[in-house]
C-alpha cells in the first residue's frame, strides 16, 4: 500500500494551508463572536477552486479527486471551520449532487457559477420533525401543470441566508412513503420563500444556519432533480460524499487544536522547565497525535474508496463517527494543556472545542453512523 501523497496533493494542501493562515485566521476571533459568515473569505475560496474542487472541469470545477479534497478541507478546518461547512456543503452536498443527478440544463444553469464561487448553495432536507428520520418529510410538492407548488418548513440550514441555489427534499407522494420524496433545485427571491432568522449557535459561529419557510413556491418542473420519487436516494447517496467532508472536518479541527497544544507546550513553562517536558504532558500529546493519525487514515480512506467508484457508505461513516470523536477528545484536552488560557478566546482552543462539538451531529448523529456501520457489518 502507498500511503504517500501525490505532488498534486501536496500543492491543494499547501495552498489550502497558506490560504487559511493568511486570510482565514486575521478576524476569526471577531467572525466567531459577532457571528459573522465570512463573505469576502468565501469569494477568494471560489476564486481559488476551493468551492468546487471535484466538479468537471467542463463545468468550471477543478476536476480534482476527493484526497485533494479532503487535504484542502484539513487546513482549512484547522483555522476557521465556519468557513469549512460552507465549503463542504458547496461541494460534498450541493455540487456533487447536481453534477452526478442534474439535467445538461441544471449543471449549465446552476453547477457552473456554483462550482466557482460566484454563488453558493444549500442543501435542505432536515425539518423539525424530520432531522435524522429523512423518511419523515412534511415539505410538500404538488404538481400543478408545469410547476409543482411546495410548502413546508426545513431548519438548520447551512448558507440559509448566503446561498443563491438550494436543494429541497419533499415529499411529492406521501401515500409511497419514502419512495415518494423528491428533490428540487429552488432559487433564492421566488415567491413565498422566506428565509427565517439566523441561529444564535454554540460553535460555528460565523457559519449562516437558518429555517426556510415556503409557502406555495411555484417550482418549474424542470427543476426537479431526476424522476419523482427519487429524493430519497438522492438524499442518501448525497450525504454519503457529505460524511467525508464533514470527517475531514472534524479532523482538521483536531489537528488544528493539537498544534496549538503542541507549540504552546514547548513555550510554557512550569517548574523551571517547559511544560512539554514533563511527562504528565507528553502523554497528553501522544494520545492526541495517535488518535488524529488515526481518524486521518480512516478520512483518507474513504475519500480514496470514492475515487476508485468503490462501495465508500460504510468508510464514511467510520470515518465521520471517529474523527467527530476524536475532534471532541483531542480540543478537550488542548483546552487542559493551555489551562487557564486554554479558556481565553486569544488562545483559540476554546472556539475549536466548540466548534468540535457540531460534527458529532449534522451530517446525522454519531448514533445514526452507527446505524450505518452496523448495518454493514451484518449485511
Request: with cysteine; hydrophobic share 40%; charged share 25%.
Amino acid at each position: 500500500m502507498n500511503f504517500d501523497y501525490t505532488e498534486e496533493h501536496l500543492a491543494v494542501r499547501d495552498a489550502a494551508r497558506e490560504f487559511a493562515q493568511t486570510e482565514l485566521l486575521p478576524g476569526v476571533i471577531d467572525r466567531d463572536t459577532e457571528a459573522k459568515f465570512p463573505h469576502e473569505q468565501i469569494k477568494k475560496m471560489g476564486e481559488l477552486g476551493f468551492m468546487g474542487m471535484m466538479v468537471d472541469p467542463k463545468y468550471n470545477g477543478g476536476g480534482m479527486d476527493t484526497v485533494s479534497y479532503v487535504l484542502a478541507m484539513e487546513e482549512i478546518s484547522k483555522i476557521d471551520a465556519s468557513a469549512s461547512v460552507s465549503m463542504s456543503v458547496n461541494n460534498s452536498l450541493v455540487c456533487w449532487g447536481l453534477e452526478k443527478y442534474g439535467t445538461e440544463a441544471q449543471k449549465e444553469k446552476y453547477l457552473k457559477p456554483l462550482a466557482t464561487g460566484e454563488i453558493i448553495g444549500a442543501f435542505c432536507l432536515s425539518e423539525p420533525e424530520a432531522g435524522s428520520d429523512a423518511t419523515s418529510q412534511k415539505t410538500e410538492a404538488v404538481k400543478d401543470g408545469d410547476h409543482y407548488i411546495l410548502n413546508g418548513t426545513k431548519n438548520w440550514i447551512t448558507n440559509g441566508s448566503t446561498a443563491s441555489v438550494y436543494l429541497v427534499i419533499a415529499q411529492t407522494d406521501p401515500a409511497k412513503g419514502h419512495k415518494g420524496i423528491s428533490a428540487f433545485i429552488v432559487e433564492k427571491g421566488w415567491d413565498g420563500f422566506v428565509i427565517g432568522k439566523k441561529e444564535d449557535k454554540l460553535g460555528i459561529r460565523g457559519s449562516d444556519t437558518h429555517s426556510l419557510m415556503f409557502t406555495d413556491v411555484k417550482v418549474p418542473v424542470e427543476n426537479r432533480i431526476g424522476e419523482e420519487g427519487f429524493g430519497f436516494n438522492f438524499a442518501m447517496e448525497t450525504l454519503n460524499g457529505g460524511r467525508i467532508g464533514i470527517a475531514a472536518q472534524a479532523l482538521g479541527i483536531a489537528s488544528g487544536a493539537y498544534e496549538l497544544a503542541l507549540a504552546y507546550s514547548k513555550e510554557r513553562k512550569a517548574f523551571g522547565k517547559p511544560i512539554s517536558q514533563h511527562q504528565a504532558i507528553q502523554f497528553k500529546l501522544a494520545d492526541m497525535a495517535t488518535s488524529i493519525e488515526a481518524a486521518r487514515l480512516l478520512v483518507i480512506k474513504s475519500a480514496w474508496l470514492k475515487d476508485q467508484g468503490k462501495d465508500y457508505s460504510h468508510a464514511s461513516a467510520m470515518a465521520k463517527l471517529y474523527a467527530s470523536q476524536v475532534a471532541m477528545e483531542v480540543t478537550v484536552e488542548a483546552v487542559q494543556v493551555h489551562g487557564g488560557y486554554g479558556y481565553v478566546k486569544e488562545y483559540h482552543v476554546e472556539r475549536l472545542m466548540r466548534d468540535a462539538k457540531i460534527t458529532q451531529i449534522y451530517e446525522g448523529t454519531s448514533e445514526i453512523q452507527k446505524i450505518v456501520i452496523s448495518r454493514g457489518i451484518l449485511r
